[in-house]
T-cell receptor, first 114, second 116 residues
Framework: GAGVSQTPSNKVTEKGKYVELRCDPI?????LYWYRQSLGQGPEFLIY????????DSGLPNDRFFAVRPEGSVSTLKIQRTERGDSAVYLC????????????FGPGTRLTVL | AQKVTQAQTEISVVEKEDVTLDCVYE???????LFWYKQPPSGELVFLIR??????QNEISGRYSWNFQKSTSSFNFTITASQVVDSAVYFC?????????????FGRGTQLTVWP
């Protein structure tokens, strides 16, 4: 079956612009996670959804970052007023249920803020 | 403080050599889970193993083996008879029972290069 997909694969934007990153989890997976991976670092947790609700958004760095999952499937990570420090690979992962199940990761979106 | 430490930033070996990737973790939870993921050059993280804190038995899967020692808070990963296709960044990760279930804390990763 299809894995986790993320679009776009690459996004180049200018400082101050607004961007949206999309994640399509594996069908039937209720848990969805967003992570951010900077160059040479491990992924860092941003936000976790169980169904439609954000169960834990404590990893979002500031209020410029927001994520939604309105129908409990596709999720969108939104970044307002982008800054150069937001440049990173944004990874999405899904798992069958909440808990410490295997997380399946997507290929990521590489965001570059000029 | 870093919850997962992978002290080896880069390791280079020649094909057929054995190699061990170190992982040291820190948690106050008595129930926790440890993971290893592989990130090949394509970038997609691939799950390798999950181990819970109550199961200290070592595990072997083909050329891969894992040594979990609670006494030293370590969860090391050994590749036997390494192959060029093993070249990747390997991440150790921790999930704690006390925080959001499933939230992973990753180490900084170890870049493994296997030369032919």
């Amino acid at each position: 079956g299809a894995g986790v997909s993320q679009t776009p694969s690459n996004k180049v934007t200018e400082k101050g612009k607004y961007v949206e990153l999309r994640c399509d989890p594996i069908s039937g997976h209720t848990a969805l996670y967003w992570y951010r991976q900077s160059l040479g670092q491990g992924p860092e947790f941003l936000i976790y959804f169980q169904g439609t609700g954000a169960a834990d958004d404590s990893g979002l760095p500031n209020d410029r970052f927001f994520a939604v999952r309105p129908e409990g499937s596709v999720s969108t990570l939104k970044i307002q007023r982008t800054e150069r420090g937001d440049s990173a690979v944004y990874l999405c992962a899904s798992s069958l249920t909440q808990g410490v199940n295997e997380q399946f990761f997507g290929p990521g979106t590489r965001l570059t803020v000029l | 403080a870093q919850k997962v430490t992978q002290a080896q930033t880069e390791i280079s070996v020649v094909e057929k050599e054995d190699v061990t990737l170190d992982c040291v973790y820190e948690t106050r939870d008595t129930t926790y889970y440890l993971f290893w993921y592989k990130q090949p050059p394509s970038g997609e993280l691939v799950f390798l193993i999950r181990r819970n804190s109550f199961d200290e038995q070592n595990e072997i899967s083909g050329r891969y083996s894992w040594n979990f020692q609670k006494s030293t808070s370590s969860f090391n990963f050994t590749i036997t008879a390494s192959q060029v296709v093993d070249s990747a960044v390997y991440f150790c990760a921790l999930s704690e029972r006390g925080s959001t279930l499933g939230r992973l804390y990753f180490g900084r990763g170890t870049q493994l290069t296997v030369w032919p």
